[in-house]
């Protein structure tokens, strides 16, 4: 059986690096006596797996995890599951969502396009919208290896203004094509002609997406059973 | 509250590991220091990762904050890029729970674990707003005082503390801060209550220089520990559960510190530490519980609760570890038990090289002991053993010196005819790691002096040249770090203005070799007129007057000098654990040696 948790990385907890983050969810696990499957070996380490990593500073609400459970051990339900883990969480990490999931391919490998909310940018939406009107654009990005030129255009799904100083958008993410939202928010600032500190603009990711016939849809959608929520709690990506 | 806006969005996003300086972490304690009756900021003069892994911080931590009435935060050594951030937007040391500026504090609390930290001291007080000396401090300012190894020769940074507490801290911080609150009601007044601090046992006040005795913890199990530590979301130099089995060892390395001035012998009850453990493991999550101690290989239930832990844990996926290792069979028994995997290489600290050397430290070890302990090791599947030595010891002659590298070659050697039986012969490797004796106050070594920097030099190249071997790998100290470090550990007050001005030129971390400035710490000696090796390069005579003479740490001068003539003789006093009482003045006043499972209540 396979857990699947939706978590938050908060105000508080954005500076942590990515290997930090997952630290501190394994000891959450741990804390919280979820029966997790460990792995063989001299140094069993518990099967749990992130979606996709994100940069230091960039708060979300939409970090997904599969968690294996060990089948031997104690039965457990996605409610119990989800309180153990929400109560066992750190200060700036709270369980959002959890479901079981029932498909084969690891969430790593299902995830395609990521949303994003910028805040601080007015000053490029223009620049925004005849971004979205190109057919494509070349332009700087990070990758593993390091800076190279590409098309950014074909790498963003959409972008939208949500109110006079943020910027939504949606963009390519995981390991078949992936854009960071830094990069984006670069390349609009130079095509409006503007300086823009990226590092102190607030980025926010929001949701993660499969692609099913052809349509975006949330991790949480996509061949799973027993969604809970938490309470008071809509997701964006749902909405 | 400093400015949190500037600290998250102009700064944060351009330091290195930013998670330093946030807190926030598991089990960390917010209570507004405004809303209680005393608060302290325990400080510690090095970057997150190294103070969150230090068990005397989380000790403190923890007995302060289990009273209601009281907090403590705490803070640790900004990089230097965080410190220029710092200073460019005028953002004060703060408490990383409650982000208070440093100078809000009734106390900052600094830990002294290493002499070459003491600039870092001196560049979080600057930033926390505080007058360097304790003489410019007025009222408001907070009260600034130091405790941990270093307090047990206090002289060269005297000058920059209200007061240092000497010894075992449980209950003397207890006893500080009821004070403070019962002053603060009183509405006493700074000097005031600096003063009504500095007559409680334990404590010394440099203004004073009142002779001083050292608090002790009689009973361990009595003392508190804590049952949760903070998380870092950093990974810290140490992050795992560290139970602290014992405090104190007898054996009676003459080059110890730690080994006299923690003296006796207190062990922790086998039922307390697996109630500890168990609490801990529940409360953070870590997937590995290490037994703590200077040398917990004798802690006399060691077998019974490594056996406990691992029955309890072992399907959990929490590991059981023993950081150091006696070189003997029994140790190997107990590491094979408990390190299932052989990756991570086996340490032993043989010290010396030749057998006249070692009993001259009173390292109780032979040739013998090492080599078949290491013979063990490559037959139970380690290949990498590392290996400890000191040089400019004692009485050291270059024959010592070719001892280290015949035991090295000779250990390398064993694990090649081992392993070769299993055809791994290229696989095993062997690491030394050698330090230049550093003498310490309170020890037998107190009155040598350290080599000069130049022999320390010439004893490193010797050996180098001797070590060329595949398969061997040679580490040295930086030999002026370990001069500092000898000239602070035996200096006395003269030494500030030289820590002021390094501090001032730009000089931090120190013990970290990649921030290592010794040119300018040569100017920093030059520019105040002071030679540095007028204390690490002087010899003192048993009968001379030192600086630290009016710091009582238990074992009495005595004793020290009777050690001191045993080394140049090369004897041995046996461990008074299992030997006859060497009487070292330790014990005292209800002071003894507790021992697991001994029937002493």
Not at chain 2, 54 to 73: D, M, Q, R, S, T
Not at chain 2, 409 to 420: H, I, P, T
Request: a negative charge.
């Amino acid at each position: 059986m396979v857990l699947r948790v939706r978590i938050t990385k908060g105000e508080e907890a954005r500076f942590i690096s990515h290997l930090g983050f997952m630290r501190a969810f394994e000891r959450a696990i741990r804390r919280a006596e979820i029966p997790v499957a460990y792995s063989e070996g001299y140094h069993p380490l518990p099967k749990f797996s992130f979606a996709t990593a994100l940069g230091v500073g960039i708060s979300s609400e939409a970090e997904y995890v599969d968690i294996q459970i060990d089948p031997d051990g104690p039965k457990i339900s996605v409610e119990e599951a989800f309180d153990a883990l929400d109560r066992n969480m750190p200060p700036g990490i709270a369980v959002v969502a959890a479901c079981w999931y029932l498909g084969k391919p690891a969430l790593a490998s299902l995830i395609e396009y990521a949303s994003y909310r910028a805040s601080g940018c007015g000053a490029l939406h223009e620049a925004a919208e005849e971004f979205m009107a190109m057919d494509a654009s070349l332009g700087t990005i990070t990758t593993k290896s390091g800076e190279k030129e590409e098309d950014i255009r074909k790498l963003v799904y959409s972008i939208s203004m949500a109110d006079d100083e943020s910027l939504e958008f949606i963009c390519a993410c995981g390991g078949r094509a992936h854009l960071r939202p830094d990069n984006l928010l670069v390349h609009l600032s130079s095509i409006a002609g503007v300086e823009c500190d990226v590092k102190r603009s607030r980025i926010h990711r929001t949701g993660l997406f499969v692609v099913e016939d052809g349509e975006l849809v949330s991790p949480m959608d996509y061949k799973c059973k027993d969604l809970v929520i938490a309470k008071g709690w809509m997701p964006r990506e749902l909405s | 509250m400093i400015d949190k806006k500037v600290l998250y969005e102009e700064i944060l996003p351009s330091v290195s590991q930013p998670a330093r300086y946030v807190g926030n972490e598991l089990n960390s304690v917010r209570r507004s220091p405004k809303e209680v009756e005393a608060s302290i900021l325990l400080a510690f003069p090095d970057v997150y990762e190294v103070g969150m892994s230090y068990i005397g911080f989380k000790i403190l931590y923890e007995i302060v904050n289990n009273i209601p009435e009281f907090v403590a935060e705490r803070a640790f050594a900004p990089w230097p890029d965080m410190e220029a951030q710092m200073r460019l937007r005028e953002i004060p040391l703060y408490g990383l729970e409650t982000y208070e500026p440093a100078k809000s504090f009734d106390v900052i609390g600094f830990t002294l674990q290493y002499e070459l930290t003491y600039t870092n001291v001196l560049a979080m007080l600057e930033l926390a707003g505080v007058p360097l000396e304790a003489d410019a401090r007025h009222e408001g300012d907070p009260i600034v005082i130091a405790g941990g190894p270093c307090a047990s020769n206090p002289e060269p940074m005297a000058a920059f503390f209200d007061l240092l507490v000497i010894g075992d801290g449980e209950e003397a911080i207890v006893d500080l801060m009821s004070e403070v609150a019962r002053a603060k009601r009183e509405g006493a007044k700074r000097a005031d209550i600096v003063n009504r601090l500095a007559v409680i046992d334990g404590v010394y006040c440099p203004r004073l220089k009142n002779p001083v005795s050292r608090r002790v913890v009689t009973d361990l199990d009595e003392a508190e520990f804590p049952r949760k530590f903070v998380v870092p979301f950093l990974e810290a130099v140490h992050d795992r559960v560290a139970l602290e089995v014992m405090r104190g060892c007898t054996r009676g390395c003459r080059f110890c510190q730690a080994g006299m001035i923690y003296r006796p012998v207190r062990e922790r009850g086998l039922d307390n530490l697996c109630s500890l453990a168990k609490d801990l493991v529940k409360s953070t999550g870590y997937d590995e519980i290490s037994l703590l101690s200077l040398s917990s290989a004798d802690y006399t239930q060691v077998e019974e609760l490594s056996r406990k832990l691992v029955q309890e844990y072992a399907d959990k996926g929490v590991a059981v570890s023993l950081p150091s290792l006696r070189v003997d069979s029994f140790s190997l028994e107990l590491a094979k038990e408990l390190e299932k995997s052989r990756r991570t290489g086996l340490t032993f600290a043989p010290e010396a090289g030749t057998q006249r050397m070692r009993d001259v430290i009173n390292k109780g070890v032979t040739e013998e002991d090492l080599m078949s302990a290491a013979a063990d090791a490559f037959e139970s599947g380690w290949d990498l053993i590392k290996l400890y030595f000191m040089i400019g010891l004692p009485y050291e002659e270059d024959e010592d010196l070719d001892g280290i590298a015949d035991l090295s070659r000779r250990v390398l050697e064993l694990g090649r005819n081992m392993a070769g039986k299993r055809n791994k012969a290229g696989r095993v490797r062997v690491n030394v790691s050698v330090s230049s004796f550093v003498p310490k106050p309170h020890t037998p070594f107190q009155w040598h002096a350290q080599n000069s920097r130049e022999e320390l030099m010439r004893k490193q190249n010797y050996l180098k040249e001797r070590m060329r071997v595949r398969g061997l790998t040679v580490s040295f100290h930086n030999v002026e770090a370990s001069f500092l470090e000898a000239a602070f550990a035996r200096g006395g007050r003269e030494l500030a203005p030289a820590i002021a001005r390094a501090a001032a030129l730009g000089c931090r971390f120190d013990g970290w070799s990649d921030q290592f400035r010794p040119d300018l710490w040569a100017q920093a000696f030059k520019d105040v007129g002071i030679d540095p090796s007028a204390w690490a390069n002087k010899s003192y005579a048993y009968d001379e007057p030192l600086p630290w003479d009016h710091i009582d740490m238990g074992v009495s001068k005595r004793f020290l000098v009777r050690e001191a003539e045993r080394a140049a003789r090369a004897e041995l006093t046996p461990d008074c654990r299992t030997g006859a009482c060497a009487a070292c003045g330790a014990c005292a006043d209800g002071v003894k040696t507790r021992l697991a499972g001994e029937a002493w209540r």
